[in-house]
């Protein structure tokens, strides 16, 4: 149903009221949302802030919805960013800088400027979502994160329309983290992202699972395309499609650790996978520990623990995310117990658990 569309405006809006939102989130969980727009333009994402303000609601930004859990109806005004585009801002000798439009898919993006011989992103492949939805988590992946190529990122404020650009260093990248998850947090809408790449064709592949992979195969030459190829064909072997099995990526976050108490750790379990980070604090693996508390593959219901990967949690039909937070609750609580680590849920949960 229509609720409201401006007329005065050539790039009306139109808002749909009590939305399903089964087909916009990866975990394909049942939820409704009380208004709910796409958006294609600048000027339609304008309209649809001044809607949300008419309507006295809050405004809740979407991209492909594969990094959400919804607990329950949404009580808001869901906003869909489409808007598409890339532009080249600078083309150097060795480096180029590139606008890139919030609604673009990260992955084609990514596969894009491979093509373009601009480098940077290889490691990147395959993650699901928006360029718009990149900077919030910082996404990062087999070594690599969102924050050591982007530049700025350019936002609406959702209270008035108006317009902001943030610097990386306004951003405070951290692992899965920034400033639009804490501080500024439901203030933006992301409308675009500068990155600059290489025109060199350097590569990184200091991530156990590329070294790994490249040491099976000596035959192939490290290029970034083959970079490229390698994620992908990692990523396939070990994560779900959620078009096939609906899901969120890794429900929790790895957890980061003061370096005495990984050491302790590792000294009673010597195998944990352990990544030391810059400033002395160890990065130990979630999934390592779900695995040994027996999890990995674990269904109850309509819920459960990937066959692949035990740090991805799996919607085998339930409609409702109450389900899989609960089977999240009793992971944490058994990883708390055998290692007196504390995980923390990755994906943004809306709706009232
Ligand atoms: P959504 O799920 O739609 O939104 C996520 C959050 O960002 C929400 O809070 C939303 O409000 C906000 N948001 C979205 N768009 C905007 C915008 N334009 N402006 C302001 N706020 C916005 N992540 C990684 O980092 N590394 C991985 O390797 C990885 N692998 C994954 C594998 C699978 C199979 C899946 C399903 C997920 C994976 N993820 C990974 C998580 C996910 O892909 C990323 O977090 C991605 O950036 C989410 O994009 P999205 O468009 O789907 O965001
Ligand atoms: N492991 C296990 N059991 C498992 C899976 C993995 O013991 O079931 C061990 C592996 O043997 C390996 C270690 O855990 O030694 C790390 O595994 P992997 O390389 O798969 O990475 P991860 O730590 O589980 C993180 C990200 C992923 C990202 C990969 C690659 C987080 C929360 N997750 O997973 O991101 O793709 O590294 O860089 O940081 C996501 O955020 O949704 C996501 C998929």
Same mark, same amino acid.
């Given at each position: 149903m229509i609720i409201g569309s401006l007329v005065s405006n050539p790039k009306a809006v139109e808002i749909q009221r009590d939305k399903a939102l089964r087909g916009y989130n990866t975990l394909a969980l049942q939820a409704r949302a009380q208004a709910f727009v796409t958006v294609s333009s600048e000027e339609e994402l304008l309209a649809a802030l001044a809607q949300a303000r008419e309507l006295k609601l809050p405004l809740v930004p979407l991209g492909?919805?594969?990094?959400?859990?919804?607990a329950g109806d949404v009580d808001a005004l869901v906003l869909r960013q489409r808007c598409r585009g890339i532009q080249v801002l600078e083309l150097g000798k060795d480096s180029v800088t590139l606008r890139v439009a919030a609604g673009e898919n990260w992955h084609e993006f990514v596969h894009w400027a491979l093509q373009q011989g601009y480098y940077g992103l290889e490691n990147l492949a395959?993650?699901?979502?928006t360029v718009g939805a990149a900077?919030?988590?910082?996404i990062g992946a087999y070594g690599v994160e969102?924050? $050591? $190529?982007?530049?700025h990122v350019h936002a609406r404020e959702i209270a008035d329309g108006s317009a902001v650009s943030l610097a990386n260093e306004d951003c405070q990248f951290g692992y899965r983290d920034s400033i639009f998850k804490r501080e500024?947090?439901?203030?933006y809408v992301i409308t675009a992202i500068d990155l600059q790449l290489s025109r060199r064709a350097d590569v990184t592949t200091t991530y156990p699972a590329l070294t790994t992979y490249f040491g099976e195969h000596?035959?192939?030459?490290? $290029?970034p395309q083959a970079v490229f190829d390698a994620v992908v064909a990692i990523r396939r072997s070990k994560l779900p499609d959620p078009a096939v099995v609906p899901n969120a990526g890794s429900f929790f976050k790895n957890p980061v650790i003061d370096a005495q108490v990984a050491a302790a750790l590792l000294a009673s379990h010597p195998d944990l996978p352990c990544f030391p980070q810059h400033d002395g604090s160890v990065k130990v693996s979630a999934a390592w520990m779900i695995e040994r508390c027996g999890w990995k593959g674990f269904r109850r219901d309509n819920v459960g623990v990937h066959e692949q990967h035990a740090l991805v949690l799996v919607n085998y039909?339930?409609?409702?995310g109450a389900q899989l937070l609960a089977l999240a609750r009793e992971i944490a609580l058994s990883v708390q117990n055998a290692y007196r680590i504390l995980l923390e849920i990755e994906p943004r949960v809306y709706g009232a658990a």
């Open positions: 492909e919805g594969s990094n959400v859990v919804l395959l993650i699901p979502g900077p919030i988590q910082n969102l924050c $050591t $190529t982007l530049q500024l947090r439901d203030r000596p035959h192939i030459e490290v $290029t039909g339930s409609d409702s």
